[in-house]
């Protein structure tokens, strides 16, 4: 059985807002609200959701870039979600993260190889000759020339520079890697390219990544389960044959159909979601889904479903499916 590295129970993150007229306290931005899965040893784990549903916020409370309101963040058996910047040292050696702008996450005021040394000498006494080295090596392990090692930010394309992000996050050894749409600022074909690179390195280094994206093409290509979010919370997480071919959430249902087909004589039948995302501020009572589903009905409106295991390893908030119990045999997965 593999190592569990990372084990995130009931997470919350909420944002406090304006005071209002005359002094009335402000209300809550609801981020993150009550979001737990968990990343074992070499394993990638997609997080997938419309903008603003809290993907990002997720990352960001593992990462201790911010601190949560509620929850709590299990690294290797520890309980970091409450330690202080000095106690949170050594984790931060084996958490990194490479960033979805790779222009803006890099200093552009210092070479392309005081970038990637720069968290490399915080933990590491290395002399001049050995960081040298070490850093050439990543260039050339992230698809760049050492001779590139002078340059500024500016002077690399948007793919090298994301290859420099992740140089970057190498320099430490990291176990697990943020990744927080790596590549949705890349062009197609630099896409590719990027999560190939990201997939050969996890296989070479024993990684383990927590891949953010909206991307769903990406995310099939690059992950072995998949976390599905909707304002603030997880509706359905399954490995990722079972999300791409049998989803059971009416919204991951709704998100794959979305998915244009390349096929002009293939007339695909879609769900169309009607309405709008509802304000994370002031998010609908039971299934925040239920004022966009088309299957609705009393119960979910009223009562907040739970996230159960209805199919092996295949979890899901929908009062509208049943546990593996209660199904006929033949419709379990595989």
């Known amino acids: 059985m593999k190592e569990l590295l990372l084990d995130v129970q009931g ?14 306290s402000g209300s809550k931005v609801l981020a993150v609200d009550g979001v737990s899965f968990s990343i074992a040893a070499g394993e990638t784990l997609g997080l997938v959701g419309e903008s603003g549903c809290g993907k990002s916020t997720t990352g960001k409370l593992i990462l201790r870039l911010q601190d949560p309101t509620a929850g709590r963040i299990l690294w290797r058996g ?17 958490l990194q ?48 020339r050492p001779d590139q090692m002078v340059k500024y930010p500016f002077e690399f394309s948007g793919g090298q520079r994301q290859r420099l992000g992740i140089a970057r996050a190498l320099s430490v050894q990291p176990r697990l890697i ?10 197609v074909s630099v896409q590719a390219q990027v999560i190939n690179l990201l ?33 603030g919370k997880i509706v359905e997480i399954a490995p990722r044959k079972a999300i791409f071919s049998r989803p059971l959430h009416p919204y991951t249902e709704a998100l794959l159909d979305a998915v244009p087909v390349p096929d002009p004589t293939v007339r695909k039948q879609r769900r169309v979601l009607t309405g709008e995302v ?6 609908p009572p ?21 996230l159960q295991q209805v199919l092996p390893g295949q979890w899901v908030a929908c009062h509208l499916r049943q546990p593996a119990a209660l199904m006929q045999p033949e419709e379990a997965l595989p």
């Open 11 to 24: 997470l919350r993150k909420h944002y406090a807002t304006q005071p209002g007229w005359l002094g009335r």
């Open 78 to 94: 520890q309980a970091i979600e409450a330690l202080t910047q000095a106690q949170m040292r050594p984790v931060r050696r084996e």
């Open 97 to 144: 993260a490479v960033f979805q702008d790779p222009y803006s996450s890099l200093n552009p005021r210092i070479r392309a190889a005081d970038i990637v040394a720069e968290p490399l000498r915080n933990y590491e006494p290395l002399s001049d000759a050995a960081a040298r080295d070490r850093i050439a090596h990543l260039f050339e392990r992230v698809g760049l």
């Open 178 to 187: 943020v990744c927080d749409e790596p590549v949705s600022a890349l062009d």
């Open 199 to 231: 997939m050969d390195l996890q296989r070479e280094f024993h990684l383990s990544y927590l891949f953010i994206a909206h991307d769903l093409a990406v995310v099939e290509h690059i992950s072995h389960r998949v976390a599905v979010m909707y304002l």
């Open 278 to 283: 509802p304000s994370p501020m002031s998010p």
């Open 286 to 306: 039971g299934c925040h889904f239920h004022t966009r589903c088309p299957s609705a009905e009393d119960r979910c409106r009223r009562e907040e479903p739970a």
